[in-house]
């Protein structure tokens, strides 16, 4: 009796001794995620991580969706929006940035291999008209919802496989920025601040659009880290680019350092760039400050400027301009921007 006792006391002391160590490593996996998950939050916001989106898409209200006729950007497709104003206008088959889009089309036949890359994609006008080219394209937004919407209707068009969504900052730093709105109801209209300055005075409307709003309306519940223009093309293995960029005057930050490269990482023989917000006083003082090395830049990169006809240094030094298209000297010719040059009724 005396030894089936203590048979049956080590058995017991062999069991609490496994369940000890059981419990011991489950505490040891528990410490290692929560560790492994506050090590991606403090990535996701301290690195110059790019962010490239393939799942977990954030919650969008019921987009409005139609099939766009070829004849408004000479390629049909698909396109949703949850923003009331662009809703109003594909209701309408009103062409937004008719023009833009096909001289971006235009430029993308010259280069059948050339990457698109969208800066300030929003719902994806621009990318889709790419992609359904055949061409890969790279769009970066600031804004989550604008990412799942493009994603959205990239899968509606079958065209997923040739987009790689960026969540993203396009600045020249690597900080943690918001989204804000000064016009409520366009979210096209959306532009980032930092949260660096949050109490310098820089939260505060465009001047222009005071009378859509009074007041910045700052998302403050979404924190998005930026990279810099290096930061997306170094994610991209090809080594022509076509660049479209309109991010509310933050083109300067985005584009400053790499026209200041002596030696390129690609070639980029066009940039279509949103211009007035730069050239806007408030937006110099703010934004781009070194306004005229900036401009510098591109021509010292051996870029012309054109809106629609050849547009001199000085010239975009006293006239503001909606759009500037940036044609490398070397790049060839893009047809539809002969179009433009010959027609004084098509605005640009």
């Not at 505490?27 to 998950?37: D, E, P």
């Not at 096209?188 to 709003?213: C, I, L, N």
């Not at 998005?224 to 991010?247: A, G, R, Y």
Request: hydrophobic share 40%.
């Amino acid at each position: 009796k005396l030894i089936l006792l203590d048979s049956l006391l080590q058995e017991m002391q062999t069991v609490m001794w496994r369940r000890r160590m059981l419990l011991g490593i489950v505490a040891i996996i528990f410490t290692m995620q929560v560790y492994n998950s506050s090590k991606k939050n403090w990535l996701k916001f301290n690195t110059k991580t790019v962010n490239i989106v393939s799942d977990g898409f954030a919650e969008t209200k019921e987009p409005f969706c139609k099939l766009l006729p070829e004849r408004i950007y000479g390629i049909s497709f698909h396109l949703c929006t949850t923003d009331v104003w662009i809703e109003y206008l594909i209701k309408n088959e009103a062409p937004l940035d008719e023009h833009s889009v096909k001289l971006m089309q235009s430029s993308l036949g010259n280069y059948p291999r050339s990457v698109f890359l969208d800066i300030g994609s929003n719902m994806g006008i621009f990318s889709l008209a790419a992609a359904k080219r055949g061409h890969h394209v790279v769009a970066v937004d600031l804004v989550p919802q604008s990412i799942a919407v493009l994603h959205k209707n990239a899968v509606l068009n079958n065209i997923e496989d040739r987009i790689t969504l960026i969540n993203n900052a396009i600045s020249d730093d690597h900080e943690i920025y918001h989204p804000a709105l000064d016009w409520p109801g366009n979210d096209m209209a959306t532009r980032a601040v930092a949260e660096k300055d949050r109490d310098t005075g820089k939260w505060q409307s465009f001047p222009e659009r005071k009378q859509y709003s009074k007041r910045l309306a700052v998302d403050e519940r979404t924190s998005v880290n930026s990279v810099t223009l290096m930061d997306v093309l170094s994610t991209i293995q090809e080594s022509t680019v076509i660049i479209k960029i309109d991010i509310e005057g933050f083109e300067c930050k985005a584009l400053h350092e790499y026209l200041l490269l002596p030696n390129k990482p690609k070639y980029i023989p066009y940039i279509h760039v949103e211009f007035e917000w730069i050239q806007k006083a408030h937006t110099r003082n703010t934004d781009c400050p070194q306004y005229r090395t900036f401009l510098q830049g591109f021509f010292d990169s051996g870029y012309e400027a054109y809106a629609p006809n050849r547009t001199s240094y000085e010239d975009l030094t006293k006239y503001v301009y909606q759009n500037v298209f940036w044609k490398h000297k070397t790049a060839k010719d893009v047809p539809y921007l002969e179009k433009l040059q010959l027609s004084s009724e098509i605005p640009f």
